[in-house]
Antibody
Framework: EGQLVESGGGLIQPGESLRLSCAVS????????MAWVRQAPGKGLEWVSV???????YYAGSVKGRFIISRDTSKNTVYLQMNSLRVEDTAIYYC??????????WGLGSLVTVSS | QSALTQPASMSGSPGQSITISCTGT?????????VSWYQQHPGKAPKVIIY???DRPSGVSNRFSGSKSGTTASLTISGLQAEDEADYYC??????????FGGGTKVTVL
């Protein structure tokens, strides 16, 4: 069973950029599907992005063109670069692994607040 | 992609069974059996309790069961217990390497 630890969240102004990190232990990010799922305060879950073991990346329509998912296999870390942030991007961002087509292991989350 | 449709809230007495529905479309639940369910307690990260529409991860109580028919998936909680009070979310693969969640159902144990 792996462990996922997110970092990098905080308060940021609309239009600015922020990068979240997800440090992984217990397995290699190069062999697992790794994803980000977010949850706005008091709201439901929303899938954001995924990077497959082979390196292909995909995004939800709401963040496509603004967010970039990547990974550093030497650091066993996954990143979410968030650009042109909007107030509606305010959420807890969870780093998640995927197995059996489900989101099977979750980090504790990192809160991103976009506000002027 | 539009969110899957779940009832906002449901409740039941201890020992009873409740079934939470999750309605999608012919582009997600209707053509893929890649439906999963998540339990989330307040202030905690979600936890997968059903995957592949009907399968339970090891360690998850057999009081939780999943099913799918057409464009609707369902989660049944049998023998409701106080610890089952939580938010429940369904999720489906929606094609083109995207996933969609339901809006969530708050379950209250009376």
């Amino acid at each position: 069973e792996g462990q996922l630890v997110e970092s990098g969240g905080g308060l940021i102004q609309p239009g600015e950029s922020l990068r979240l990190s997800c440090a992984v232990s217990g397995f290699s990010v190069s062999v697992k599907y790794m994803a980000w799922v977010r949850q706005a305060p008091g709201k439901g879950l929303e899938w954001v992005s995924v990077v497959y073991g082979g390196g292909s990346t995909y995004y939800a329509g709401s963040v496509k063109g603004r967010f970039i998912i990547s990974r550093d296999t030497s650091k066993n870390t996954v990143y979410l670069q968030m650009n042109s942030l909007r107030v509606e991007d305010t959420a807890i961002y969870y780093c998640v692994t995927m197995g059996r087509s489900a989101f099977d292991y979750w980090g504790l989350g990192s809160l991103v607040t976009v506000s002027s | 992609q539009s969110a899957l449709t779940q009832p906002a809230s449901m409740s039941g007495s201890p020992g009873q069974s409740i079934t939470i529905s999750c309605t999608g479309t012919s582009s997600d639940i209707g053509i893929y059996s890649l439906v999963s369910w998540y339990q989330q307690h307040p202030g905690k990260a979600p936890k997968v309790i059903i995957y592949g529409a009907t399968d339970r991860p090891s360690g998850v109580s057999n009081r939780f069961s999943g099913s799918k028919s057409g464009t609707t998936a369902s989660l049944t909680i049998s023998g409701l217990q106080a610890e089952d009070e939580a938010d429940y979310y369904c999720c489906s693969y929606a094609g083109s390497n995207t996933w969609v969640f339901g809006g969530g159902t708050k379950v209250t144990v009376l």
